[in-house]
């Protein structure tokens, strides 16, 4: 079946330090992947997306490329702050699928 | 801006107890759906509904129900409690499959002795 795969946590950088969590899926078709993050104490929010091969996405100073030859959908941040402290799932769907297949979650911790 | 709104936020069961746990958005989703929590498995789908009426099953179904009876709600329900029920479940709608994000509640933690 369906899967996603994420680097295991937690991840504890130091404020202003390069970010990188790694994502893989496994899936027949070619799926449309995100990434949700999850703040303390709330509901898991989109943070980005793709949708097709060679696709980037970006928010927020976040970015993650979908690469089809390697299934993967790494997410990437220059430069990481104390609020970017939470945890985040990577994520995929297809077009006509009715719900999201996510990963195991990856804990950020960012420190001052 | 209410969003996608869940009662309750906490809750301990006994084992065998029942409860239902209501999820409302005013966002006019036809798709709604809800999710568990657990430490080290991510969010896992229980059950889903495509529109007022419908229910379908998620991943792991067994032990819950649900009813979407209004476009606006859809209940999760626990006929009678098992421990392996503790867990964080989240409720999410989305205007349509596929490439729609999902928008959350912000969870209600229950808790089963």
């Known amino acids: 079946g369906d899967s996603v795969t994420q680097m295991e946590g937690p991840v504890t950088l130091s404020e202003e330090a390069f970010l990188t969590i790694n994502c893989t899926y496994t899936?027949?078709?070619?799926?449309?992947l995100f990434w949700y993050v999850q703040y303390p104490g709330e509901g898991l929010q989109l943070l980005l997306k793709?949708?097709?091969?060679?696709d980037k996405g970006s928010n927020k100073g976040f970015e993650a490329t979908y690469r089809k030859e390697t299934t993967s959908f790494h997410l990437e941040k220059g430069s990481v702050q104390v609020s970017d402290s939470a945890v985040y799932f990577c994520?995929?769907?297809?077009?006509?699928?009715?719900?999201?297949?996510f990963g195991a979650g990856t804990i950020l911790r960012v420190k001052s | 801006n209410a969003g996608v709104t869940q009662t309750p936020k906490f809750r301990v069961l006994k084992t065998g107890q029942s409860m239902t746990l209501l999820c409302a958005q005013d966002?006019?989703?036809?798709?709604m759906y809800w999710y568990r929590q657990d430490p080290g498995m991510g969010l896992r789908l229980i059950h889903y509904?495509?529109?007022?009426?419908?229910?379908a099953k998620g991943e792991v179904p067994d032990g819950y129900n649900v009813s979407r009876l209004k476009k606006q709600n859809f209940l999760l329900g626990l006929e009678s409690a098992a421990p392996s029920q503790t867990s964080v479940y989240f409720c999410?709608?989305?205007?349509?499959?596929?490439?729609?994000?999902?928008?959350f509640g912000n969870g209600t933690r229950l808790t089963v002795t």
């Open positions: 994520a995929l769907s297809f077009i006509y699928g009715n719900k999201l297949v």
């Open positions: 999410a709608s989305s205007y349509e499959a596929g490439l729609s994000p999902l928008h």
């Open positions: 509904s495509v529109g007022e009426g419908t229910t």
């Open positions: 966002m006019n989703h036809e798709y």
């Open positions: 899936a027949t078709g070619y799926p449309s």
């Open positions: 793709a949708t097709k091969a060679d």
